[in-house]
């Protein structure tokens, strides 16, 4: 095999909680977010972007993030809050892909939508070959609007998901994977 398939095959997620620092250096950063912008893009639209959460930004939307929660959680205690403050705090630099998929006279909705997933997994597969370890997650904060603009995405933009990029000491088993005769079809 080469060194891509064995990227490929072996990669893992990995849990926010269990990534830890440091996270990219500039010119890492800029690699990895120039390998996950090559994706197909039908139209050339770049119907995505980038939101870097990293540094003192990880606390400030994490405060927004419980606040958030308490207002539709009145019952939660401090406990919960404080685990809802932490969601986008554990790993160094959290990625928020955002979807700019919009109306197009050629180019359907799903596509863009299609690109902005694809954006996601090239950003993890580029951080991991660079030896970082990723988590592309979404969750609810990913669907609720005030937290979308306390973000800053447009009322038109929505989440792809949040890729959380880090190091980890230990990568977790592989979990089972289906078998091609389950998913493969000739036509």
Same mark, same amino acid.
């Given at each position: 095999?080469?060194?891509?398939?064995?990227?490929?095959?072996?990669?893992?997620?990995?849990?926010?909680?269990?990534?830890?620092?440091?996270?990219?250096?500039?010119?890492?950063?800029?690699?990895?977010?120039?390998?996950?912008?090559?994706?197909?893009?039908?139209?050339?639209?770049?119907?995505?972007?980038?939101?870097?959460? $990293?540094? $003192?930004?990880?606390?400030?939307?994490?405060?927004?993030?419980?606040?958030?929660?308490?207002?539709?959680?009145?019952?939660?205690?401090?406990?919960?809050?404080?685990?809802?403050?932490?969601?986008?705090?554990?790993?160094?630099?959290?990625?928020?892909?955002?979807?700019?998929?919009?109306?197009?006279?050629?180019?359907?909705?799903?596509?863009?939508?299609?690109?902005?997933?694809?954006?996601?997994?090239?950003?993890?597969?580029?951080?991991?070959?660079?030896?970082?370890?990723?988590?592309?997650?979404?969750?609810?904060?990913?669907?609720?609007?005030?937290?979308?603009?306390?973000?800053?995405?447009?009322?038109?933009?929505?989440?792809?998901?949040?890729?959380?990029?880090?190091?980890?000491?230990?990568?977790?088993?592989?979990?089972?994977?289906?078998?091609?005769?389950?998913?493969?079809?000739?036509?």
């Amino acid at each position: 095999m080469n060194a891509t398939l064995d990227l490929l095959h072996t990669r893992r997620s990995v849990p926010p909680i269990q990534l830890a620092g440091p996270g990219p250096s500039p010119e890492e950063l800029d690699a990895i977010l120039a390998a996950a912008s090559r994706v197909p893009d039908h139209g050339k639209l770049a119907p995505w972007r980038f939101v870097l959460i $990293e540094g $003192e930004g990880r606390e400030r939307i994490g405060r927004v993030i419980a606040e958030t929660y308490r207002a539709d959680h009145p019952e939660a205690d401090e406990a919960r809050l404080a685990l809802e403050a932490r969601r986008l705090a554990h790993a160094p630099l959290v990625v928020a892909i955002v979807s700019r998929a919009g109306p197009h006279a050629k180019i359907p909705d799903w596509e863009q939508v299609l690109s902005a997933g694809a954006v996601a997994m090239n950003l993890t597969v580029a951080a991991n070959a660079l030896g970082f370890r990723t988590a592309w997650l979404t969750e609810w904060m990913a669907y609720d609007r005030r937290i979308l603009d306390a973000l800053g995405l447009d009322p038109t933009e929505r989440l792809a998901g949040f890729v959380h990029v880090g190091r980890a000491g230990q990568v977790p088993p592989d979990r089972p994977r289906p078998a091609l005769a389950e998913i493969v079809t000739r036509y």
